[in-house]
């Protein structure tokens, strides 16, 4: 069964500096997706990026870009330039082949909080 | 936009009571998916369906069960509620797609109900 693995709970950053968001998994797939979801105090959860795993190319948008290393089974994520509106929970989350259903497995989330 | 909406933003009920809490999409979306939230846990699946009628059980379906009688509804029953699915229970909805990923896998999610059962 895939796992999804975020070490760190909760994180903390100064309004524009730039902060990184771990997040490792398990899975004997050789194609797959990857996404970041945000969930701010809200909860209304949103995508924020996605990886198809057959691209070398890390996905970038806007400020969030991703670091993807498929050998090592790693997918972070890093905010630029962070702003009061980036606090929220970020979830990783993993999508496999078939794609019916497009079910999702969640990572247990980290805490991001932009400090001003 | 896509909008996923969901009955009640808090609901608290007893210990088992029959606990129904609805999921509308309004974007034509073939799945729609029931997780439950919990601290350090992440979101895991109960139950998805991915056609009018069908359903699959997620990682965790016990004590819990599905309907979708109509494509842009999907609700979940508590059949006997307990302290122990005291959550945070959020819909979502996607297109089926086809191919390789595209904007239709996305999922996109509602405000999510957080229950309370005493």
């Known amino acids: 069964a895939q796992t999804v693995t975020q070490s760190q709970p909760e994180m903390s950053v100064q309004e524009a500096e730039t902060v990184t968001l771990s997040c490792t998994y398990d899975t004997s797939e050789s194609n797959y997706y990857l996404f970041w979801y945000k969930q701010p105090p809200s909860r209304q959860m949103i995508l924020v990026i996605r990886?198809?795993?057959?691209?070398?190319q890390n996905a970038t948008e806007n400020r969030f870009s991703v670091n993807f290393q498929k050998a090592a089974k790693s997918f972070s994520l890093k905010i630029s330039d962070s702003q009061l509106g980036d606090t929220a929970m970020y979830f990783c989350a993993f999508m496999k082949p078939p794609r019916s259903g497009n079910k999702l497995v969640f990572g247990a989330g980290t805490i991001l909080r932009v400090k001003s | 936009d896509v909008k996923v909406t969901q009955s009640s933003r808090y609901l608290v009920k007893r210990t088992g009571e029959k606990v129904f809490l609805e999921c509308v999409q309004d974007?034509?979306?073939?799945?729609m998916f029931w997780y439950r939230q919990d601290p350090g846990l992440g979101l895991r699946l109960i139950y998805f369906s991915y056609d009018v009628k069908m359903k699959e059980k997620g990682d965790i379906p016990e004590g819990y069960s599905v309907s979708r009688e109509k494509k842009e509804r999907f609700s979940l029953i508590l059949e006997s509620a307990s302290t122990n699915q005291t959550s945070m229970y959020l819909c979502?909805?996607?297109?089926?797609?086809?191919?390789?990923?595209?904007?239709?896998?996305?999922?996109?999610f509602g405000p999510g109900t957080r229950l309370t059962v005493l």
């Open positions: 979502a909805s996607s297109f089926s797609g086809t191919g390789f990923l595209s904007s239709t896998d996305t999922q996109y």
């Open positions: 974007m034509d979306h073939e799945n």
């Open positions: 990886q198809e795993a057959y691209k070398q």
